[in-house]
């Protein structure tokens, strides 16, 4: 989810350089760093700080559809978007129609909004009750640039359902930047950190685009070695041996 206040940050980081030593590239990172990277990424939830949850990911080909007033150059972006974690994933992705797909796109002017009127029909079953869809989306439109939410089997932790939404009256770039967080983090990858860095994951990094390093999570989070619903427990040995056969 791409909170408010980094927009802010990516006005900075595009009109100014940094004096931080921040990592410029997942090569400054050491093998530790990024395993410990994958942990906070995957296995923990921005709402339940603290706590550590099972690994999620996407286990059969992924239907999707695009809902909204959608323009030929966002239609690209989120073609290309899948195109790249299709790559880094080794999951397809099969568009249908949207009460068919396992994940939807709503991109829209005004998309908080309309997800609650004009799309209400395909955006309702992604919520537990209408109190719930409203609560939510209220509260995502007053602290979110666009947000996504996921749904999981309770017994395989496999993913089962994914939604975004991506209000499309902001900045063309920010369209763009959202596009590719939320799209990514309905793969999995589903934690917020501003310790990751340099990260699409870090609000406050003014990232708009992935980094090697959130690629090099993604292509961690799906290799056949891990299994959805793994505990960090069960995956970090896994996990470190991944990061040592894909780095070195």
Known sequence: MCRLPWLLAVLVAL????????????????DDVIVENVRTIAFYREYD???EHAMTR??????????????????KELDDHLDEL??????????????QADVV?????????RVLDTYRTDYRRFFSSDDAMERVTQEMAGEALCFGRIITNSRSGSLEQAMVVIPTQIDRFLVRSCIIEELTQVMGPVNDSDDIKPSIFNDSSGNLLLSDHDRLIIRVLYDDRLQAGMSWEQAEPFVRQIVTDLRH
């Open 105 to 113: 796109a709503f991109l829209a002017p005004d998309a908080f909004e």
């Open 58 to 75: 996407w286990d059969k080909p992924i239907t999707i559809a695009y809902v909204g007033d959608i323009t030929e150059r966002q239609l």
């Open 86 to 99: 299709a790559r880094l994933s080794g999951r397809d992705f099969v568009h249908v129609a949207p009460d």
């Open 15 to 30: 009109t100014t350089l940094s004096a931080c030593k921040t990592p410029r590239s997942v090569q400054e990172l050491s």
């Open 49 to 51: 700080p603290g706590v």
